[in-house]
């Protein structure tokens, strides 16, 4: 894992996007097509911002999304589809992006969305670590061993209650307690991993990602396992690096 501390979250957007766009130009240069994970949340705004702006030819990058709650529209404010709609997809007009139906039958939605990505191997995946440790939706313990792409998950209140603290539902109880997520294993697949974690919130998840004991009970340490994992930091985020 190669770890790049930025002044800002502003300039950790611009590096971390740099370096996505250069590796997914390097996939379209090698085999003539990328494919891509775009991630949500509010760590990725400024990199997502950043994105979009770089030199990739779009048509040939189909991108999968994470994660989505389960029982909400996307006309939800809180809607990982109505986020990536509003600020990637509309904006760049990939040739392809696979959402994550929350408001179907799950399991069956796992199955789907497992068959799709099963055929296209992913050239970069753009992830956030949670207040929790989390990868994706997979709360500590975290299922490191299922094969499954995408899994329905619990979100436990750690993970609930930044969502709320985002400001993405008014109350506790309005914040959805399932997800479908990508799996553990389905995110180590990725050919590279570009890993975006800003604000002082995060810093304690940050330290125990980087130098505890790789475990489900801080999921997000398993990256360090992958050979091509970029973590870009503000002075915020890793200000408890020892």
């Known amino acids: 894992m190669e770890i790049i501390i930025s002044e800002s979250k ?10 996505g766009a250069e590796l997914i130009r390097k996939a379209i240069h090698n085999k003539g097509y990328a494919n891509i994970i775009v991630a949500t949340g509010a760590s990725q705004f400024e990199m997502l911002n950043e994105l979009v702006k770089q030199d990739i030819d ?16 996307d006309s939800h404010p809180a809607s990982f589809r109505k986020y990536l709609k509003e600020r990637f997809v509309d904006i760049v007009s990939p040739k392809e992006f696979i959402y994550v139906n ?3 039958e799950p399991e069956k939605e796992c199955v789907r969305l497992g068959k799709l990505i099963a055929k296209n191997p992913i050239d970069v995946a753009f992830v956030g670590i949670g207040e929790n440790s989390h990868l994706a939706f997979n709360d500590p313990p975290a299922d490191f061993e299922t094969e499954e792409a995408y899994i329905v998950v619990k979100l436990d209140n750690d993970c609930r209650k930044q969502q709320m603290g985002e400001g993405w539902f008014p109350t506790i109880d309005d914040v959805p307690e399932k997800a479908i997520s990508m799996s553990i294993k389905q995110i180590m697949k990725s050919e590279a991993i570009i890993c975006c974690v800003p604000d002082l919130r995060k810093a304690d998840a940050v330290q125990k990602t980087v130098e505890s004991e ?13 050979n091509a994992t970029w ?3 503000d002075k915020d985020s890793a200000s408890m690096l020892t």
């Open 231 to 233: 973590l870009f930091l």
């Open 58 to 73: 779009w048509s040939l990058v189909t991108a999968y999304h994470l994660d989505e709650y389960i029982g909400i529209p």
């Open 10 to 19: 502003q300039v950790l957007g611009k590096v971390a996007a740099q370096k």
């Open 102 to 104: 929350g408001e179907t």
């Open 214 to 226: 790789i475990s489900p009970m801080v999921p997000a340490s398993i990256m360090r396992r992958h």
